[in-house]
């Protein structure tokens, strides 16, 4: 509920951007991972390959993105973003920074560190399934 709600509200403050969560999403994860296939964007964000490949076509024509060939496998391509997405990413950043210090108004550093083991601790229980 908690992770629906911060998606819901970061989707309002990013409203007069002009861009959606599937496209904000995918900003994200090729800043975090420069280069990377389609596939692996695609399992980041939970998604078929064909649903990325659509985005990134649609941020490659708005020239957010771009698609460039492997040196290692020539049939793999791999994505970047373009200049034009550095001020949209710097602006979703910027907003992404003001919502954490909203959710986290009133908590101490050492409130943070207990909830980040809490965390890490539910983590580790739930992936040892």
Same mark, same amino acid.
Request: glycine share 4%; with cysteine.
């Given at each position: 509920?908690?992770?629906?709600?911060?998606?819901?509200?970061?989707?309002?403050e990013?409203?007069?951007l002009?861009?959606?969560?599937?496209?904000?999403?995918m900003?994200?994860?090729?800043?975090?991972?420069?280069?990377?296939?389609q596939?692996?964007?695609a399992?980041?964000l939970?998604?078929?390959e064909?649903?990325?490949?659509?985005?990134?076509?649609?941020?490659?024509?708005?020239g957010?993105?771009?698609?460039?060939?492997? /040196?290692d496998?020539?049939?793999?391509?791999?994505?970047?973003?373009?200049? /034009?997405?550095?001020?949209?990413?710097?602006?979703?950043?910027?907003?992404?920074?003001?919502?954490?210090?909203?959710?986290?108004?009133?908590?101490?550093?050492?409130?943070?560190?207990?909830?980040?083991?809490?965390?890490?601790?539910?983590?580790?229980?739930?992936?040892?399934?």
């Amino acid at each position: 509920m908690l992770a629906r709600l911060l998606r819901n509200n970061f989707d309002r403050e990013v409203v007069s951007l002009n861009v959606t969560r599937s496209q904000w999403a995918m900003i994200a994860v090729v800043s975090r991972a420069p280069g990377a296939t389609q596939r692996t964007i695609a399992e980041a964000l939970e998604m078929s390959e064909a649903s990325a490949g659509r985005l990134i076509d649609r941020l490659c024509a708005e020239g957010l993105l771009e698609r460039r060939d492997r /040196a290692d496998d020539r049939r793999a391509r791999a994505v970047y973003l373009t200049p /034009a997405a550095e001020p949209l990413l710097e602006k979703l950043a910027s907003i992404a920074r003001a919502s954490e210090q909203r959710m986290f108004k009133g908590f101490s550093d050492e409130d943070l560190a207990a909830l980040g083991n809490y965390l890490d601790r539910i983590y580790d229980n739930v992936s040892r399934g």
